[in-house]
């Protein structure tokens, strides 16, 4: 069974801190992971996207990948209370050909202004 | 640029009944997704087209489901005989075939409620 573990959260920053999303998965041959971002009774947006080890950055949004971990992580830094919403961390598995992503349950952010 | 559109937005209906969804992707994508996502859940893979190939199924994906995408462009999600465990919110997703990335960008959903 591939997983992909979440803390639920609810995670709760200051406006203006550093957001830390964590995320690890179980399937070694993972190659691609996306964060996403929902809001309540909305659909997922995507947010980023990672495939080699090391940190990405897009704005205010910086994922971080360590393969031999298993571990990526999202910042979200100058964190504003627009950014609360629930972080689903993806993660493309199922090997060569296979397109499907397995998602965890999603961190719940709740930025206080 | 318009993204991938869900019809209908909600749906709601008597146990027993077929209900069927439609997805239209991206224009220029050519594969397809379908999830389903229960409330405090992330979404869970259902089926992949590629064109108009069904290409992965999910266990999840009963004999009751069925899903076509005829000329591979718009994609019908058909649940027959809807049960009560079927409420959930179903999501279509789409991505490029070229490139590395194969991003999924997901539309505004369905939400079905099985009463």
């Known amino acids: 069974q591939k997983e992909v573990e979440q803390n639920s959260g609810p995670l709760s920053v200051p406006e203006g801190a550093i957001a830390s999303l964590n995320c690890t998965y179980s399937?070694?041959?993972?190659?691609?992971f996306f964060w996403y971002r929902q809001y309540s009774g909305k659909s997922p947006e995507l947010i980023m996207s990672?495939?080699?080890?090391g940190d990405k950055e897009d704005g205010r949004f910086t994922a971080q990948l360590n393969k031999a971990s298993q571990y990526v992580s999202l910042l979200i830094r100058d964190s504003q209370p627009s950014d609360s919403a629930t972080y689903l961390c993806?993660?493309?598995?199922?090997?060569?050909?296979?397109?499907?992503?397995?998602f965890g349950k999603g961190t719940k952010l709740s930025v206080i202004p | 640029d318009t993204g991938v559109s869900q019809d209908p937005r909600h749906k709601i209906t008597k146990r027993g009944q077929n209900v069927t969804f439609r997805c239209d992707p991206i224009?220029?994508?050519?594969?397809l997704y379908w999830y389903r996502q229960t409330l405090g859940q992330g979404p869970e893979f259902l089926t992949y087209?590629?064109?108009?190939?069904?290409?992965?199924k999910s266990r999840l994906l009963s004999d009751r489901f069925s899903a076509e995408r005829p000329k591979g462009s718009f994609s019908t999600l058909e649940i027959q005989r809807t049960e009560q465990g079927d409420s959930a919110m179903y999501l279509c997703?789409?991505?490029?075939?070229?490139?590395?990335?194969?991003?999924?960008?997901f539309g505004p959903g369905t939400r079905l409620t099985v009463t």
């Open positions: 997703a789409s991505s490029p075939s070229s490139g590395s990335f194969h991003e999924q960008y």
């Open positions: 399937d070694r041959v993972s190659q691609s």
């Open positions: 990672i495939y080699s080890n």
């Open positions: 993806a993660v493309r598995t199922g090997g060569a050909g296979s397109y499907q992503l397995t």
């Open positions: 224009s220029e994508h050519n594969r």
């Open positions: 087209f590629q064109n108009e190939a069904q290409l992965e």
